[in-house]
């Protein structure tokens, strides 16, 4: 169990940066949200569109914005600690340690989704037709999907500049080949920005057309976060792999 | 110009460090491995009527989607030598912080072109031995120089120049917003964006104002010609913007160890 001590000194190794870096995103789409909203307004376009408009740009930040923050940030926590040699010399796991690292900064992550997704269902901004509770995989699934991606690609290549490199063109490539996703039957089923790439051809009266592969894509990339952290977890426990990773 | 021998000590050094980094070729070369699976149905069809729209097409889509792997590789340049310690160690040599700054940034930007290059030699030659023209390779090259090697040379200057101030990875966040945000959002969106603006980091201006003949559909949002004077300009404008935000960097990095020196 660890102490409080402990856990204190652990989140300030975390730094201002990783706790600042979702609040900032959030920030930074709700400001262009904003835009959208008085943009349309001034193109002559009614309030409610002006409305749908902004409740797009903030169903943007909550399946891609916080997710690629998540898995940046991941990517650079479990690089290895400068003082990794000490520290594996020490009774504590270097897994252990990682892992709660690892942790934390994904439970903040997810405090400041949900906590955004409340607000965007209690200002009447929820545009995703989905029930309650189901509906917040919208968000969840893609976050934990790039967390595992950021861990995993750090730990396989050693590299945290290569994992974020690869993380930032595979965000890019999910909207510069959004059809090429769309319309394969395999891909489609990995795309983690599916809802707002559906949105607004999707409506609760033809469900029948998108809703099943919709639950299938979430599950589907949840499974594959749970996967991606459990070799993370794996490979956090090699030792002398982790000796040779690049500064 | 007693600096220009560490200048060029610096760069060789770093074009060397970085292009033997196994992040910058894993880091450029892994999604390559996704795009290359469907070249054939993006460049190598009947909808490019000559073999210049079909390399225009391909070196739009290399300037647009790699530059984001430069500036993302680049980031930590600047970090690594307060993080190896060795920052200290570099401010007692004779050369200054410019020579070391300037070098720095040309020598792994230059490098981290090599992987770029290699790709966008692939779909050359694929879409040359489709056409049965070699004819236009000098054009290839020529637009590669122009608008690739610029749109890097452009991110990386702000690469390694935002993180003298910023933490890395917050800046590789902001990096990929700014990239989508100048180069994909629609300007009639409502949004502000340099999109379809002579500082449209892809080079859109470039490729359309300095090679005509490349361009199949003009872009959407430009008008239908744009003079050569317009190409030239949008080169001016990204290297001048490269070489004022390097300015910059240097203004700080020099106050900022005045500051440590009266310290």
Redesign the interface.
Known sequence: MMSLSRMRYELRLL?I?AV??PL??VA?YLG?SL??H???L??GGSPDWADY?MARGLLALLENGCS??AG??AA?VVHPD?MLETHLSLPTSYRATMCWRLGAMSVWALAVAAATAWIVVGTDHWIVPVDQPLAQLTWLTPILWYIGLGALLTLL?R????S???L??????Q??FKN?FLHSQTLVRVYPFLTEELIPGITRANAPLWYAAWVQNRFILLAMAVAMLTVASILLGRNEALLSA?? | MAQLRPLCGALRFEFLMQVRRPALWIGTLLLSLFLFKSFSDFYLTARYPTVYQSLGSWAGFVARFFPIAAGLLLADRYARDGKTRVDALLVTSPTSTGARLFGKYIGSSLATVVPVLVIYLVGITLILAYWRDAAALPEALGIFIAVNVTGILFVGAFSIACTTVLWPVLYQFLFIGYWFWANFLNPHLGIPTLDGTLLTPSGDFILAGLFPDTVLNIGAYHGPHIPVAQGVESLALLLGCALAVQGAAWGWLAWRQNQQNHQ
């Open positions: 730094g940066g600042l870096l900032g995103v930074i262009f835009m959208v008085v943009g349309t001034r193109q408009q690629l923050a940046l940030l650079a400068p290549l590299s945290r500049v290569a974020s490199a690869i930032g063109m595979a965000w890019i490539a909207f510069l090429t690049e500064s």
